[in-house]
């Protein structure tokens, strides 16, 4: 079966020079979102740092999205100014009384800058160490096992619903020891809070966007006044050490708190489902990469560091062409330069990772999914101050995932095309049907 992916006819320069010059994000062409990498390659080699009708600039070699993500001190997260128009929209919110997803986004870590980013950030990297990422494997290991067993009974399923929104929404639930009866609305309200983020919500992603803010907050006050009475290790359990601060004693206000948890709770969410997703759908489209994966697999079979070593390659490249986060924003807060394109001071800069990742500058032959590249010096996971907290733990979910769903059915195959998630920012599948082969 051949997915729109596979279907990239070369592009004549007139051609590219006329979709880089006519690209906006806001109206973005009808097949963009089945492959915006034809796109991407135009705007690297026509207008790489395109300045869009709205004013803002787009930006899609490594080398300029590095620039900016190295100097957090003049590229800003903060999004107040930028989220006020785009959320305090009536009747959802106003000036005197933001809306929800207002208030989510501009308290989350990743939308802010020092000091609150640099406060939330120490208490989550504290429960994210290395042993308490080596603690969850077993249990990891189980759960996708358990999956597998199930797949195999069926003789098949769903790619993303029966394997890969099932393994995240585990995870993330066990880090923030939300009780299992308890997990079921987690992906809804995921996706519904980072649906909203696209370029132009309409007016069905604000709404469910906002009422999932809502309930999430209602469910998290519940959540943190038990983990108040009953405390857990603070050395493992995230909410814990949210809930005391540091040692220093700093504290996170109540809004601090429970709106950090919420993006917690999605950050983790739909881009690891996506990797995963993604990453077995590539498998499929590319069978001769796949054999090779099989064949290293095989020929180093018991080798435990070599087997982590050859799938860790494999995710990353995963991760590289088909990165789950396509797109970054910063705010320059003064006037500046990148690539060469002067900005003015408070210009909005989008950062097109999935571009940067398919930089013929950085990736010899970047359009050839190689499961073996090394280096692979992708951006999947941003870069600098906000790069990715939860990087080691998403490798390690794509490693365990990927790795036994090829083990046990090497010979997979998709048996209706794959849905796409009709999303710019976050890029994924909602459904792939397969058979076990
Ligand atoms: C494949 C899966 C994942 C991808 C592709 C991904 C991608 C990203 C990216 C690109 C950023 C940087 C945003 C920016 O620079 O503006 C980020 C930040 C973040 N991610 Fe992930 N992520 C993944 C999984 C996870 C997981 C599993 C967790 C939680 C355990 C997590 C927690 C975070 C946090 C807390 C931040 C904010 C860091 C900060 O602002 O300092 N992510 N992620």
Known sequence: MVTPEQITPPMSGDRAREIAASFDLRALPPDFLANPFPVYAALREHDPVRRMPDGSLFLTRHADLMAVYRDA?????DKHVEFAPKYNVPPFGSDTAPAPLYEHHTTSLVFNDPPLHTRVRKLIMGALTRRAIADMEPGLVALVDSLLDRIE????GDLIEDFAAAIPVEIIGNLLGVPHAERAPLRDWSLAILGALEPVPTPAQHAAGNRSVTEMLAYLRGLVAERR???GDPERDVLTRLIQGEASGEKLSEVELLQNCIFLLNAGHETTTNLIGNGLVLMHEHPAAREDLLSDLCAHAGQIETLEAILSRAVDECLRFESSNQ???????????VGGVDLSAGALVTLCIGAANRD???FPDPDRLDLRREPNRHLAFGFGIHQCAGLSLARLEGRIAIGR??????RFELSAPPERGGRARFRGFLGAPFRIG
Do not use: E, T
Request: aromatic fraction near 10%; avoid cysteine.
């Open 229 to 231: 009475r009953h405390p």
């Open 327 to 337: 797109l970054g924003n910063r705010r320059a807060l003064q006037a500046a330069q």
């Open 73 to 77: 001190a003049l590229f800003s997260s």
């Open 360 to 362: 013929p500058a950085v």
């Open 153 to 156: 009974d069926q003789g098949g």
């Open 405 to 410: 769903f090829l083990r046990r059915f090497p």
